[in-house]
């Protein structure tokens, strides 16, 4: 293939880069960049990855490897840069989230590790709580309590929690070294071996996984070089959420000398804390890499109206921060932003149903444009939601509801959710050819099949044509319990879900295909049961004929035209006293979700707005403003500053 000139590469799908973008994406050395919300954090990522694979910047026998946080977002950047560029060039970029990543390394190398260290083949992924955590320091504790423990500094352990412990102390040593001071060395050692050595087979956390990764990484340099040349390109996104353990990781498998790695993220969305992420990352990672700093000031998601609001909550985060220019149309007649007050929760739920229900007719949008986010607990606020949101004709999302061991939000991304959605789809209609096209390609991976060899493809094509020939057939015959099992049966063998685990992002591992197959079979099967119809049944089961629910931290990376913010009280924002910075933070990411609207529901049956007092002030002090919802209910209007 013949590569572009770096003076003649122009960005792919859009029309410009703003400057400082053009000058982080043609740095040849490792950068920093501080992107906001809004600033095309994923967008930049793809050019820069287009721009170094379409100009050679990145060598032809070599991988850009990109690392994020969610399995949403990795994949989001991968197809990205798969239709901004040749599939000769994209399949050099290499997509992941930093656990993927990480397992992957312990699943490849993990014969070289001394046999002490040395996990079955057939671990697990564990998920610890606060009980087994606490079950284990208590046994820990009492197991060297007669030797020369220092009983002060035990003490004081026991009052640490999970995160804390796996985060912020687990992920902070390295494996073989001694840690400091030498009491903690029984519970770093201990929490570590009783998940190698757990019974018949192990029981990792992704934590333990990390530290092993690295820890192989480091001891072995065939490993490490293998690393460094394959991947000599790195980028990570959401980097202020970057772990105390991740950062180590990364420290380990990369270096400035051989790996120039781009970072992106933004310290005034820095959300984690409570789960350990590194609060000098940034700092840490410029110094380390010797990398160069850039700051995107450009917003493409909200309107001017929302970022000046945001703009006024961020310089209280961060007093030198830099104003931001929107790239957005305001769309809206009346407030882009107020505070809705009301007395009862019955009224509180019924005026923003109205809300949503009259907007979404008036301006001829759908209910996945708007969200309802809360500090914590959505299942909560479903149960409260549901009963008043169907009399409006509205359906609800609770991101966080479970099936199997995964939330909807996280099924609702998985692979083997949207194959199955998109055959699904061309079961249903033939005007499809998008759908067809990417899901024919995605068979094309799944069975391996060379891209020269076209017999092969025709032969496939000719099967996924028959397959969806017996599918509308049977999906225009009868809707019952009997043709909707048959259906997924029909489709399941169809993908072969041993070939599945080979060949997608779910890179052998068994074990996580079977847990995302039984939450998909639990999810299919409950949405039959709320449906009449195969059209009804896809709108279910995709949910997008729904309005979002979720919590503010599930609800990062994502964006709606409409935010509403339900439980603006103490009772739901009980830690912002306790950690008034992260609470700063937290509050703008809710802010930041906002494309048009955004909308404040304080009700004082839930609870007073005392400890966030403040939160109501920096929004007064930014122009918004207040009214009493109780009034506003039926027939519900739009607010108007006069």
């Not at 973008?21 to 967008?43: H, R, Y």
């Not at 399949?91 to 001394?114: E, G, H, Y």
């Not at 394959?230 to 180590?248: A, K, N, R």
């Amino acid at each position: 293939m013949k590569f572009c000139t770096h003076e003649n590469w122009l960005p792919k799908s859009i029309t410009e880069l703003e400057p400082s973008a053009w000058s982080a994406l043609k740095d040849q050395k490792s950068v920093c960049v501080i992107a906001g919300p809004g600033a095309g954090k994923t967008e930049f990522l793809a050019q820069k990855a287009v721009y170094l694979l379409e100009t050679g910047l990145c060598p032809p026998n070599q991988k850009i490897l990109a690392i994020s946080f969610k399995a949403d977002a990795a994949k989001n950047l991968e197809n990205r840069v798969k239709e901004r560029c040749p599939k000769e060039l994209s399949n050099r970029f290499v997509s992941m989230t930093f656990d993927a990543f990480t397992k992957n390394i312990l699943d490849r190398f993990r014969l070289a590790l001394p046999a002490d260290l040395r996990p079955t083949k057939d671990y697990e992924i564990f998920f610890p709580d606060n009980r087994v955590f606490s079950s284990f320091v208590t046994e820990t504790y009492n197991k060297y309590v007669l030797s020369d423990f220092d009983i002060d500094n035990a003490t004081n352990f026991l009052r640490q929690d999970l995160f804390q412990f796996e985060s912020s102390f687990i992920g902070k040593f390295k494996l073989g070294y001694n840690i400091e001071p030498n009491e903690y060395n029984y519970f770093y050692n201990d929490w570590i071996s009783s998940q190698i050595h757990h019974k018949d087979k192990s029981l990792l956390s992704f934590m333990v996984i990390n530290r092993l990764a690295e820890f192989i990484i480091r001891s072995n340099k065939n490993v490490m070089r293998a690393i460094k040349v394959t991947y000599p390109i790195v980028f990570v996104d959401e980097f202020q959420d970057t772990t105390y353990g991740q950062y180590d990781f990364l420290n380990s498998a990369f270096d400035s000398k051989t790996t120039k790695i781009t970072v992106v993220g933004d310290f005034k969305q820095r959300i984690m804390g409570w789960a350990g992420a590194k609060s000098d990352v940034f700092k840490q990672f410029k110094n380390d890499f010797s990398a160069e700093q850039y700051e995107l000031i450009c917003n493409h998601r909200s309107s001017p109206e929302l970022v000046k609001i945001q703009h006024h909550i961020s310089h209280v985060i961060d007093h030198q921060t830099r104003k931001v220019n929107s790239q957005a149309l305001n769309k809206i007649d009346g407030e882009s932003c107020w505070i809705c007050n009301t007395t009862t929760k019955e009224n509180e739920i019924r005026y923003l149903a109205n809300f949503i229900s009259s907007d979404m007719k008036k301006r001829d949008l759908a209910p996945k444009d708007y969200a309802i986010l809360v500090k914590q607990k959505a299942s909560d606020y479903n149960n409260e939601f549901y009963e008043i949101f169907s009399e409006y004709g509205l359906k609800l999302c609770n991101a966080d509801e479970k099936r199997g061991i995964l939330s909807l939000q996280e099924l609702l991304s998985e692979e083997l959710f949207i194959l199955l959605s998109n055959i699904l789809h061309l079961g249903c209609s033939r005007r499809l050819p998008k759908i067809w096209a990417l899901t024919s390609e995605k068979l094309e991976l799944i069975w391996n099949i060379n891209e020269n060899d076209h017999k092969t493809r025709k032969k496939m094509e000719k099967r996924f044509d028959d397959l969806l020939v017996v599918l509308r057939v049977k999906m225009k015959s009868k809707y019952d319990e009997e043709s909707v099992i048959d259906v997924f049966n029909i489709i399941i063998n169809f993908f072969e879900l041993d070939k599945i685990s080979q060949s997608t992002s779910y890179l052998g591992d068994k074990k996580r295909l079977l847990n995302v197959y039984d939450s998909l079979q639990e999810h299919y099967a409950l949405s039959f049961s709320n449906s009449d119809s195969w059209n009804d049944f896809i709108e279910e089961f995709d949910k997008t004929n729904h309005v979002h629910l979720m919590t503010i931290h599930k609800s990062k990376g994502l964006e709606f035209d409409t935010v509403v913010f339900a439980g603006f009280d103490d009772s739901a924002w009980w830690s912002f006293s306790k950690d008034r910075s992260e609470g700063l933070c937290v509050f703008f990411v809710a802010l930041s979700r906002a494309k048009q609207r955004a909308l404040f529901s304080h009700c004082t049956g839930r609870g007073r707005a005392n400890s966030i007092s403040e939160l109501f002030l920096l929004l007064k002090e930014a122009g918004v403003q207040e009214i009493q919802g109780d009034s506003y209910i039926t027939p519900f209007k739009i607010p108007i500053t006069h």
